[in-house]
């Protein structure tokens, strides 16, 4: 068995006698200045270790074929309207969407960007019609004419006012002429507006006739609307705007006769007077409610492919002509950002962590970018060229957050062409990697040790030095010899 003794002789602290040990003042100075010394490193390495640093790197971006990249953006054009507005995805491979629907919402605004009503249903702008067959057969004209001085009063005066806003330059106005005034010449022989009433159809020169169509908020031609009598607004005893439908379905004449006569159907001649009680309710796709407002807010998202590639709202239709010249793109962007939407409380936490982060993800956002047509400045396309990069802010074991920052220069380019808002985005094929790195607690246990042992170390050095200097300096006053 071993001896207590021999396992004594293995201490490495043995003890000194307290009787054989002298306290002094400027030990006990060094002990308490040692103290605070250990507490304060102490605490410094704890806010070390408690801290989390980071290191940037830049990689290229991994991202696979079936990554797809979300662009949102909440935009207001105060001078196109819902009914033709379309926002269109193409890109370097060969991608061309055309009139996205599915995650876009629209609402009519007016000129001071305030909503006018629910969300705006345009329907599919993109259906081709059809027309009557292109024939030299003479026809009488059946419609009546509209403009400034007759056109309130006829709306008033007959239950249902259907409508051809069109222009003479315009190929599909004079498409639709022959077989619009060939319906207008069948309604009025069954429908006589001396006698019956309820119904007259009648055209607007969109060029001899501009308030009105501007009134109506016409920005396509031809277009068909049908007026309800009895739905005016009024505001301050001033003539507003008309509650009406827009009529969007086949333009030959068959199809039009068919069209007005199911309008026609459920109004008796006792109850025209009285149409404010005629159900307005539209049960196909052909009519639906015409826009409110002459603007259009745009709002939602959509996905794309990671190469360059173009956002693109438009004027769009394919049985619409667009005057040029008249169009204008002016827009204000309200939000335009890429990749998920990242809440505020995470971006503020992130910021703490990173004051530059999130500086530039959305660039454009609160910017307006307004023109005005005229001789000099018609026919503008506002283009935006954005450059982007991914940025990943991962911990050690997993990806925290991913943000998309991008530059944005801006320009009016004159096209002869129908003006359009051009969003021309480039990915960048590199990514910013920010990785954190956090201290280790064994790491923080030994520099704890080393704080505490280094300063005990050095205060005891300084206390041997600072005894031994003051025991010479007494000799020496002493006289003694040493």
Known sequence: MVSTSKIKSVD???KIPRDLTEASLSGAGLSILAAFSMIFLFGMELNDYTRVSTSTSIVVDKSSDSDFLKIGFNMSFPALSCEFASVDVSDVLGTNRLNITKTIRKYSIDSRLNPTGPEFHSGPVTKAVKHDEETDEEYREGSVVLNGLNFDRISHKHAVLVVNFYAPWCAWSNRLKPSWEKAAKIIR???DPEVDGRIIMGKVDCTEAADICKRNHIQGYPSIRIFRKGTDVREEGLLGHHD???????????????MVEDIVAPITLQSQGASNNISTEIKDDAKRPAPSAGGCRIEGFVRVKKVPGNLIISAHSVSHSFEASQMNMSHVISRFSFGKKITPRVMSDLKRLLPHFGGSHDRLNGLSYITNPSDSNANVTIEHYLQLVK??????????????????????????????????FEPSPMQVLITENTQSFSHFITNVCAIVGGVFTVAGILDSVLHNSMRMVKKFELGKNF
């Open 12 to 14: 490495f602290y043995r």
């Open 391 to 424: 940025i990943e802010v991962m911990s050690k074991s997993h990806r925290l957050v991913e943000e998309y920052e991008y530059t944005a220069h801006s320009s009016l380019i004159h096209s002869p062409q129908i003006p359009v808002a051009k969003f021309h």
């Open 244 to 258: 009406h439908e827009s009529y969007y379905g086949d333009r030959d004449t068959d199809s039009l006769v068919k």
């Open 189 to 191: 022989e069954r429908y």
